[in-house]
């Protein structure tokens, strides 16, 4: 390859990461305004709510941080030999989609929630808003998430379809949202609500319907 496909080349990356990272922001923006609602978040981000809930001296972004750290050390205990240290770059993701969430839950504290109906309304925005931003990543195809990249590991290990096992670790995650708050609760359910459902089930739709709209002009941005 010569040195202006080589250049070509660097510059789509850039493009791709910069796309990436802005895709970080709106889905980090997703999970503060699902947050903010009150009704439960994404099911891969119902565990750190519900200790952000027991332990508010730590952030909803610190806690996600952390959760994704856990789930980090799960791909490296499941996949061993086979996995690969590129994907040691999903921490410092972590840690940029931990920082957008704080600072979106500033965004979504300037909207006045002071009624059910209000609340409902936050976590249909977040949906949409977190629909967004994972469809720019899907765009973008540069690395998973700490959550899909634990999903992916599973998938790959067991043989087993990614969307089935993505249905699975989604179950548990809210599973395990449940037993946590049942512990750290004195028994009572808190941080898993109606929003938890509508966000997955509703989700995967803005992101399909997002992706429909948004590849095609964006691949040729990238590629240009």
């Keep these: 390859m ?16 910069a796309l990436f990272v802005t895709s970080l922001f709106f889905s980090a923006l ?23 809930l027991r332990f508010p001296g730590v952030s ?5 941080i952390l959760w994704s750290a856990v789930l980090i050390l799960g791909q490296i205990l499941v996949l061993r030999r086979r996995y690969q240290p590129i994907q040691l770059l999903q921490l410092p993701m972590a840690v940029l989609f931990g920082w957008f969430t704080d600072g979106g839950m500033v965004i979504a504290g300037l909207v006045p929630v002071n009624s059910y109906p209000m ?6 925005l977040g949906v949409v808003i977190l629909g967004f931003g994972v469809a720019l990543s899907v765009v973008a195809d540069m690395m998973f998430n700490a959550g899909e990249g634990f999903v992916k590991a599973l998938s790959d290990v067991t043989e087993k379809n990614f969307g089935n096992v ?6 548990f995650s809210v599973a395990l949202s449940v037993v946590l708050s049942l512990a750290l609760f004195g028994g009572a359910v808190a941080g898993v609500r109606e929003g938890t459902l509508i966000a997955a089930l509703g989700t995967g739709l803005a992101v399909k319907f997002f992706t429909a709209r948004l590849k095609t002009p964006l691949d040729r941005v990238l590629s240009s």
């Design 2 to 17: 010569g040195k202006e496909g080589i250049c070509v080349k660097s510059k789509e990356l850039v493009k791709r990461y």
């Design 30 to 52: 997703g999970v503060a305004f699902t947050k903010t609602g009150g009704l439960g978040v994404s099911p891969v981000s119902s565990v750190a709510n519900v200790l952000s």
């Design 60 to 64: 909803m972004g610190q806690w996600l």
């Design 119 to 124: 609340q409902l309304v936050m976590v249909l």
């Design 166 to 171: 993505k249905i699975a670790f989604d179950i």
